[in-house]
């Protein structure tokens, strides 16, 4: 067991390194920098006070030394000051980041929820056309754009019923068309993956023996096949944290909500390097924290995934 978290820390290590490097390296090939989108237009300076800020950033450094500096810099957790607003990347991260974090948080939750509702109703049913009708939801759900979603939400409930706030963070009535928007793909995926898995599970000999030991329909599900057809619903939840954090930045813009999404989109806009890179690790990081936590549930649910990888560890 000790051997596998470890090999799962590296790894998160190693992914973490890996989303700084590559921001680093796509901003630094785009067009001009954040010191050009901050001047445009502005005829008041001349060349030297601009070539003055662009020291002052370090963008007249090497790019070795600057990936360097600003790698260094980041292992101490300071990424610089936002060449937009002149505040820390830090402060500006953390204005934005329990918004989003509540956002993702209650839009996965709402997903996992409905999405294993689904699959389990779908799985335990005896009626045909009940079974039919709920596997055919997901695929649909799947395939509608999160934005069409998002804006159909907002045009129904807000603009038509008048139950709840189109816009802002105000409050529990403002999350809740945002995070329902987020759990729509989310729970979809989620029932596909879970019901596919369920009705493997349900043919498999231990369920037999189950039945034949005198086990209930309702005890069998929830007790043996849900347990085993879980793993690689585990699996895409851990997925789609990624998946939800890009979806925040869309949502956050359609909803006019304050939080990481809208904080990213300006970046960008503005070639804002340092809080750019500060938005990709700290989206990074809470990706691999979120997979992290679900290779270490896997044990939990199958003590054989131990064995498997010290096994595979050990021919390598």
Do not use: C
């Amino acid at each position: 067991m000790r051997r596998y978290v470890i090999r799962r820390l590296a790894q998160a290590i190693g992914v973490l390194w890996a989303a700084y490097t590559l921001s680093f390296l796509i901003l630094v090939l785009l067009p001009g920098d954040a010191v050009s989108a901050m001047t445009a237009g502005d005829t008041e300076l001349d060349q030297a006070q601009i070539d003055e800020l662009r020291h002052r950033y370090g963008y007249d450094d090497p790019l070795p030394v600057q990936y360097l500096d600003h790698l260094g810099r980041a292992l101490q957790g300071d990424f610089g000051d936002s060449a937009s607003t002149g505040r820390t990347v830090t402060a500006t991260l953390g204005d934005a980041l329990p918004q989003t974090l509540l956002l993702t948080g209650t839009g996965l939750a709402l997903g996992v929820l409905a999405g294993g509702s689904l699959a389990l109703l779908a799985t335990y049913t005896g009626l045909r056309w009940l079974r039919q009708l709920l596997l055919s939801l997901p695929p649909l759900a799947v395939s509608m754009p999160v934005f069409w979603v998002a804006l159909m939400l907002v045009e129904i409930f807000s603009f038509r019923a008048g139950w709840f706030p189109a816009f802002g963070n105000d409050g529990l009535r403002g999350l809740v068309l945002p995070a329902v928007a987020l759990a729509i793909p989310t729970g979809a995926m989620i029932a596909q993956v879970l019901s596919k898995s369920l009705f493997i599970a349900l043919d498999q000999a231990y369920v037999e023996t189950a039945r034949a030991k005198g086990a209930g329909r309702r005890h069998i599900h929830l007790r043996h096949v849900l347990r085993n057809a879980s793993l690689p619903a585990l699996t895409v939840v851990g997925l789609l944290a990624g998946q939800l954090m890009a979806n925040s930045v869309v949502i956050e813009t359609v909803f006019s909500r304050n939080g990481l999404g809208r904080v990213t989109a300006s970046a960008v806009t503005a070639q804002d390097l340092p809080l750019v890179q500060g938005v990709v690790v700290f989206g990074a990081a809470i990706f691999v924290l979120v997979n992290l936590v679900v290779d270490l549930i896997y044990p939990l649910l199958d003590p054989r995934i131990v064995v498997a990888s010290s096994k595979g560890a050990a021919a390598a």
